[in-house]
């Protein structure tokens, strides 16, 4: 079945330094994949999606371009700021949604 | 516009009772599914409905049933609970044709001790 691969955390970064995790995925059909977030408490908030191969998702600084050859969908941001400490998950949809474990990103100031 | 809501956000149980969590979707989704959420971990898949009728189901025992009402609410039950049921319980809605994205509740926190 699907599955979804994380890189394993937790991340600490300063703040403006540049953000990658990286995500791969396997699934047997064409999959959807997102990123989600999830703050303290809170439950996952979307972050960005793509739905087919090339595409780039981007929202509030945030990139990661799906790419199929290498089956990766990782997630960049080339300035952190403290407010995007927080647990980011990548997932893919194909029959169902699956989860990665999440990537704890602290960022200090 | 609402999102999409979860009843209740807080709840204590003992080993061996029943809960029932509750979920309305946003308005005009009309796919709904279920996730469990352990402590660290990202969240599993345990249910999905579409138009009332269970369209996915994880792996999860036969403990955990769910089911979906005609206003697209839907309810997850889960009998004989254990301490490692203890965990978030996450509802997400989805609009058909929207890309299979979901929108997630802010979940429903249980503790079985």
């Known amino acids: 079945g699907d599955s979804v691969t994380q890189m394993e955390g937790p991340v600490t970064l300063s703040e403006e330094a540049f953000l990658t995790i990286n995500c791969t995925y396997t699934a047997t059909g064409y999959p959807s994949l997102f990123w989600y977030v999830q703050y303290p408490g809170e439950g996952l908030q979307l972050l960005l999606k793509a739905t087919k191969a090339d595409d780039k998702g981007s929202n509030k600084g945030f990139e990661a371009t799906y790419r199929k050859e290498t089956t990766s969908f990782h997630l960049e941001k080339g300035s952190v700021q403290v407010s995007d400490s927080a647990v980011y998950f990548c997932?893919?949809?194909?029959?169902?949604?699956?989860f990665g474990a999440g990537t704890r990103l602290t960022v200090k100031p | 516009d609402a999102g999409v809501t979860q009843s209740p956000t807080h709840l204590i149980k003992t080993r061996g009772q029943h809960v029932t969590l509750r979920c309305s979707p946003i308005?005009?989704?009309?796919?709904v599914s279920w996730y469990q959420q352990v402590l660290g971990q990202g969240p599993q898949f345990i249910f999905q409905y579409y138009e009332k009728e269970e369209r996915g189901r994880g792996n999860f025992p036969d403990r955990f049933s769910a089911r979906q009402f005609p206003n697209y609410s839907s309810e997850l039950n889960v009998n004989a609970l254990l301490l490692g049921d203890s965990a978030l319980y996450l509802c997400?809605?989805?609009?058909?044709?929207?890309?299979?994205?979901?929108?997630f509740g802010e979940g429903s926190w249980l503790t079985v001790v």
């Open positions: 997400a809605s989805s609009l058909v044709g929207e890309g299979n994205t979901i929108y």
């Open positions: 308005s005009g989704h009309k796919s």
């Open positions: 997932a893919v949809v194909d029959n169902d949604m699956r």
